[in-house]
């Protein structure tokens, strides 16, 4: 992932992966790799926020050459960790300002990560940087969700995400600002620890003009990795633009 490193240190990375099981279910970590590497085809991929490898590896094992940036050194620790991670090439950074060497086919930015960028000039700043690291009819693809805003009856700014055995969490939402707050319960030990993230959420209009700001237009948006028809109904979309 591409948050700071303040949510995404040690604590949470050791967890990562665990607590993210169900985005390693081969029925939703296939068609992701299978799209991606169609849309790399002989050309390399650099992922946004490489975060623990879950997508770069198995992307990796299928012949794509993968770069990656991530703003977490914790998070990275884990990657290098794992089988094959020797044949990516991953660094520190910022992914709206890092600049990787080379010259590549695919970026890509998964799992709502562009939703970690919590300023509107610093998400225009990372598709300036993703069209800055493409050849000319590169693709920049993103996968996030809609804002959930259409659950949220009027002078309502709260929504419930899960509560279990291992604890709860919810969302606070400010729409005048577009900004919006995880704030994660987590039971360990006995005791309770508190993991709040700061996101800022994006219409995907909105991503659209930032493309068209950075040199790109919009070329496919799919419901998932099925490339499932968009609706206004879609929770999630995955967007592809290219490159002009």
């Not at 993103?142 to 899960?162: F, N, S, W, Y």
């Not at 991503?207 to 040199?215: E, I, K, S, T």
Request: charged letters at 25%; glycine letters at 10%; aromatic letters at 10%.
């Amino acid at each position: 992932m591409g948050g700071e490193e303040g949510f995404f240190g040690e604590r949470v990375a050791a967890r990562y992966d665990e607590n993210s099981q169900n985005m390693f279910d081969p029925a939703v970590l296939g068609p992701t790799v299978e799209v991606l590497a169609e849309l790399a085809g002989d050309g390399d991929a650099l992922e946004f926020a490489i975060g623990t490898g879950r997508v770069a590896l198995p992307l990796a094992e299928r012949g794509v050459r993968v770069a990656g940036i991530d703003s977490s050194e914790a998070m990275l620790a884990q990657l290098c960790e794992k089988p094959g991670a020797d044949r990516i090439t991953a660094v520190a950074g910022d992914m709206a300002a890092t600049r990787m060497d080379g010259e590549f086919a695919l970026v890509y930015l998964l799992f709502n990560t562009i939703f970690n960028l919590t300023t509107q000039d610093a998400q225009v700043a990372c598709f300036e940087n993703a069209a800055a690291h493409l050849r000319s009819g590169g693709r920049f693809v993103i996968e996030t969700g809609v804002p959930p805003l259409q659950r949220l009856p009027p002078g309502q700014a709260v929504l419930p995400i899960r509560a279990d055995r291992r604890g709860f969490s919810f969302s606070t939402f400010d729409v005048a600002t577009q900004r919006y707050a995880n704030h994660h319960f987590d039971v360990s030990g006995g005791q309770i620890e508190l993991s709040p993230v700061e996101f800022r959420y994006v219409w995907p209009s909105e991503l659209d003009l930032m493309a068209r700001l950075a040199g790109m237009r919009l070329e496919s948006r799919w419901a998932g990795w099925q490339r499932e028809r968009f609706t206004d109904t879609s929770p999630s979309h995955v967007s592809v633009w290219r490159k002009s």
